[in-house]
């Protein structure tokens, strides 16, 4: 069974920082890209930043690039999202799935989340 944990969300004042953290089990965690997602309040859950399977490779949106940096650690199972100088647009539950080649998510079944909150 496929579990997908996230954590280190939190309150942060904009332009503060935040390390997102997703350990995934139940599929072998190398052999697939994996994804960043949000959902903001009243809005649809978009793609944030994604990872090719051996890590080398990573997309972030236009609007979060240069802030946001997606990493991998295989041996851990556990994809990372380094979040800088957050802004209150950020603010959103952030979500972390394996992604089809098409950047839509694998697994039917979400983690909790992790909630983000940027003040202004």
């Known amino acids: 069974q496929v579990q997908l944990v996230e954590s280190g969300g939190g309150l942060v004042q904009a332009g503060g920082s935040l390390r997102l953290s997703c350990v995934a089990s139940?599929?072998?965690?190398?052999?697939?890209?994996m994804g960043w997602f949000r959902q903001a309040p009243g809005k649809e859950r978009e793609l944030v930043a994604r990872?090719?399977?051996?890590?080398?490779?990573?997309y972030t949106r236009d609007s979060v690039k240069g802030r946001f940096t997606i990493s991998k650690d295989n041996a851990m199972n556990t994809m990372y999202l380094q979040m800088n100088s957050l802004k209150p647009e950020q603010t959103a539950v952030y979500y972390c799935?394996?992604?089809?080649?098409?950047?839509?998510?694998?697994?039917?079944?979400w983690g909790q989340g992790t909630k983000v909150t940027v003040s202004s």
């Open positions: 990872i090719n399977r051996s890590g080398d490779t990573t």
């Open positions: 139940g599929r072998t965690f190398s052999a697939y890209s």
């Open positions: 799935n394996y992604v089809s080649k098409w950047d839509t998510p694998i697994i039917a079944s």
